[in-house]
């Protein structure tokens, strides 16, 4: 642009912050931000707004400011981009004037979950929003939903659904997509069938997943499959079928999703049930003057539980 002889303006700026903050590249961002100050052009709370959006998107794992942390061998601090970006806003209240709106706080709470940091997260939910007497919009509600998906708390995400049609506040599609995923990665067939009836509230609103929205589900519906039908060959091939059926629940319909080309919605396919490992997994010290075979069933099933929590630690 410069090479033609124009020069960098408010607008064009806002669009190449714009670029940058989307892929995470907060070091192309920050140039942008010295150009911008050399050539004195005056910042809005839009171009502020993109900026935190910047630090936001590259907590992600595939953001180009980590690809190029992990390259040269530095650890990622996120409280250090939750300080930088916190330092950011009060320079833009206390020295630029500027008052935030909803989008500010959204971003700024996104800079938070994207890690996520759940009780710092909590903390900004209930106190800065307050303090600024501005109320959650439907990107903040869908941040916050997001974050407790991520860490294996759904149930608390529908609880923000519920809030947001309290508040007249129009849910996302992307929102029902996030607890639904949430929802599969239990392993429950509860939660499960609880999905499934959220994608069809989807459908009746006229909301629907893209096809790699689709695609995602299905390959996570799949995955929960595997790793029960894994669990439930390791039971049997170590205490035989008639235990392991013991150590199951009913047999119970698993569903995929299918999208429609012509239309690109969804239809719901039923396979074929498999077998789920039940809660009951939990055992005590088998007393004295048991068999042989329980005493055995007892040590090889304490030895996979504590395999299983090795592996959800890591």
Known sequence: MEGYGHQHN???CYWLLKAGAIIGDLDYVRSVVNKMEKRKIQ????TYNI?????AKAQGPFSEFQKGLREMGTP???QLLVDESDALFDYMVQEEGLIPNNQTMANRLLVRTAVPM???SIRFWREEFTKWSLEPDQAAYHHYATMFCRSSLPHAAEILFAEMMERNVDPSVNTVYSICKGLIKTGKIADFEK???????????NQHLLPEQVSAINALIAQTRYDREQRKRVL??????EAATELTETRAPQKRLKVR?????MDDVYETPLPVLSKAAKFEPPPQGKTEFEKRRYKFLSKWLKQQHKGRAA
Do not use: F, N, R
């Open 43 to 46: 910042h809005t709370v839009y």
């Open 51 to 55: 900026v935190l959006l910047a630090y």
């Open 118 to 120: 759940m009780q710092e």
């Open 10 to 12: 408010a607008d064009s």
């Open 76 to 78: 990622v601090d996120p």
């Open 261 to 265: 080309e012509e239309e690109g919605t």
């Open 236 to 241: 049997l091939s170590a205490i035989g079928e």
């Open 195 to 205: 999905a499934m009836s959220w994608l069809k509230v989807a459908e009746k609103a």
